[in-house]
Every structure is written in C-alpha cells, then in structure tokens.
C-alpha cells in the first residue's frame, strides 16, 4: 500500500490519485551470486505533486530509487524495467 512520497526526504502522505504521480516498476529480486532472478514483480510507488515535478522513481541494480528527472528519463529510455509512469495531476 502507498502511504507516502517515495521521496525519503519527503513525508507527505498519499491521499488521492489525482494528486502526484504513480509509477509501476517492474522489479526483479537478485540472487546473492548476483544473478537476476526468474521471477519478477510489480510495484508501485508514489511521488507527491512537488517531487514529481523534479524527479521520478527508477529501479537499477537491485534497488529502487529516486533521481532527478533528467537522469531518471535518460534511464527510462534505455531501461525496460521502467513500464509506465503515471501522468501527473
């Protein structure tokens, strides 16, 4: 369940859809040798209206994270772990 930002510096509290931004990364656990596992999840993280307008959720090398929003489009285009971002309010 989203209950905040996905922006650790951030605490404001998901409330509605229409505000912010929703991103759907399809995520895949790493085996401790390294290799990427077989199996693969979505999840769903949240950025409120102010950090969306800077910044977007990316999954890279076994983590999820937030960068700025040059760096991250950069990545998405490149990176189909990215599948859909949500349009902002």
């Known amino acids: 369940m989203l209950s ?5 510096t951030c605490s ?3 409330r509605y859809l229409r505000q912010g931004r929703i991103f759907n990364l399809e ?3 790493i085996c401790p040798n390294g290799d ?3 199996s ?3 999840e769903h993280f949240w950025l409120c209206d ?3 307008g800077v910044m977007e959720v990316v ?3 076994g983590v999820v994270s937030t960068q700025p929003l040059r760096a991250a489009r950069a990545k998405a285009k490149s990176d189909p ?5 949500g349009a902002s309010s």
């Open 36 to 38: 990427v596992q077989v």
């Open 40 to 42: 693969h999840k979505i």
């Open 27 to 29: 995520v895949s656990p």
């Open 4 to 8: 905040k930002c996905a922006n650790p």
């Open 50 to 52: 102010s950090c969306a």
């Open 81 to 85: 772990k990215v599948l859909a971002m």
């Open 59 to 61: 999954w890279e090398n």
């Open 12 to 14: 404001a509290g998901f």
